[in-house]
């Protein structure tokens, strides 16, 4: 019995250490925009409203009686538009093309799922993926990618117990790679998360979750410009990081 339960231990031990690390944010070097270049830009699926998420409910009871217990306010949550980030997002063409940049938005969700691994030197800077060969399919310098994992409204729970009001909230990633080297220029975790200010329990409207999330996009769209400007993400306020 010993012998099995050293073993598992051992096991656990060897998944962990084998965890990938997340990736370290890299802002744009001041020097990035000195010499002309061309971007490709591929915006992955968008999102036309908000939803609400309840991280942390992960049994299947749990997250039934989360959904149950904030089924008002998730139901508002869908009523909000995402159109005021998504405007931020096109947006990124006219910043990019005003410091000389050629711009060009391509649509590759199926070369971008069969990206070879990338033998990187052990270097923070070299994404895990190959991105080079996408060179000649989009005709660029350079790829820009920019994700979102979650637009809408958060809750956190352990279990069934809730241990957050709901939040505003965005996530994704904004990444740049070289198509010549597979180096990042830029890599910027969203991270962004606006708490009601006095109490959030008021239905139907719930004025105080709604002025959180446009909140949270606000500041989303701050730290996308940002990000283009070659300040670090650090430099938003808030909770973004």
């Not at 093309?97 to 199926?110: R, S, Y």
């Not at 740049?176 to 109490?199: A, K, Q, S, W």
Request: some cysteine; proline content about 7%; charged content about 25%.
């Amino acid at each position: 019995m010993k012998i099995k339960l050293i073993l598992l231990l051992a096991l656990v031990a060897i998944g962990t250490g084998c965890a990938t690390a997340p990736q370290d944010p890299i802002a744009l070097t001041k020097d990035f925009y000195d010499e002309p270049a061309k971007v490709a830009i591929y915006q992955k699926s968008f999102p036309e409203t908000a939803s609400m998420t309840m991280p942390g409910a992960s049994c299947l009871l749990c997250m039934a009686a989360a959904a149950v217990a904030n089924d008002a306010v998730s139901g508002h949550t869908k009523t909000l538009s995402t159109e005021e980030l998504s405007t931020a997002v096109k947006g990124m063409e006219a910043t990019l093309e005003e410091q000389g940049m050629g711009v060009e938005w391509v649509d590759i969700e199926e070369p971008m799922q069969r990206l070879p691994r990338f033998k990187s030197p052990e270097d923070s800077d070299y994404p895990k993926e190959d991105y080079r060969g996408l060179r000649e399919v989009v005709d660029a310098d350079h790829l820009m990618v920019i994700e979102f994992g979650h637009i809408g409204v958060e809750r956190t729970y352990a279990n069934y117990v809730p241990t957050s009001s709901p939040q505003g909230a965005v996530t994704g990633t904004l990444y740049m790679v070289d198509l010549n080297t597979n180096e990042y220029y830029l890599f910027d975790p969203i991270h962004v998360r606006v708490p009601v200010e006095g109490d959030w329990k008021e239905p139907p409207e719930f004025p105080g979750v709604t002025m959180a999330y446009f909140e949270a996009l606000e500041r989303a769209k701050i730290q996308i410009g940002n990000a283009l400007a070659g300040k670090a993400p650090l430099e938003v306020a808030g909770e973004t990081r």
